[in-house]
C-alpha cells in the first residue's frame, strides 16, 4: 500500500498559503509567537519551532543572496510537493 501526504500552511514571510513535504520544506526557526528567532548578533536561535518558506519567497531569497555574492540556498527537490509514503 503507497500513499502520499503533504503539509498545507502560511509561508514565514509573505503569509501565503501552500502545500509542502514537511521534511524537505526550507524552513526558518521561530519562536513560540511566530516571530523569528535570531539573536543579538543576528544569528538564528535553535527552537522547537520552524515556519516553511514558500517557492516564490525562496526564489527572492536566493536572487537577493546571488546579488550579495553569497550562495544560494538550495530548495530539496520535492520542497514542494506530496511526499511518497506515509508520514514518519
Ligand atoms: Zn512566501
Redesign the pocket.
Known sequence: MTGAYFATGP??????I?TFDPELVPSIPVDERGAIAVDDAGAFKPTTFKRP??E??MTKINRLREQHEMPAIAVLDGAYAPAEGFPP
Do not use: G, M, R, T
Open positions: 509561508c514565514c514571510f509573505c503569509d501565503a501552500f518558506i514558500c516564490q519567497c
